[in-house]
Nanobody, 121 residues
Framework: QVQVVESGGGSVQAGGSLIVSCTAS?????MAWFRQAPGKRREGFATIYAGGARTYYADSCKDRFTISRDNAKKTAYLQMDTLKPEDTAMYYC?????????????????WGQGTQVTVSS
């Protein structure tokens, strides 16, 4: 069983930046970030494959968020810039053995507990 742990959430003002991290207990092919805002469904928005060069983003945050990974540390990062109040959500890291690009929850085998990101106006 792969353990996934997020860290680095917090509160920031609109326009600010934040980095969240996700560390897995072992090497795994695909890592992704999902988020769930109050009253909304959880949505996937960024994923990265093992080598680190192949990334995919949902349109909602393509120009503001950057996913990266350090395989030696078994850690994925999410750099969030120009944050908006609507980015306020619980952010979850997920890991998968899938080789194809996916942001579907059902394709992710392991999940973290989540880290809260709050953006104030």
């Amino acid at each position: 069983q792969v353990q996934v742990v997020e860290s680095g959430g917090g509160s920031v003002q609109a326009g600010g930046s934040l980095i969240v991290s996700c560390t897995a207990s072992e090497h795994i092919l695909r890592m992704a970030w999902f988020r769930q805002a109050p009253g909304k469904r959880r949505e996937g928005f960024a994923t990265i494959y093992a080598g680190g060069a192949r990334t995919y983003y949902a349109d909602s945050c393509k120009d503001r968020f950057t996913i990266s990974r350090d395989n030696a540390k078994k850690t994925a990062y999410l750099q969030m810039d120009t944050l908006k109040p609507e980015d306020t959500a619980m952010y979850y890291c997920a890991a998968s053995w899938k080789v194809y690009v996916t942001l579907e929850e059902v394709d992710y085998h392991y999940w973290g507990q989540g880290t809260q990101v709050t953006v104030s106006s």
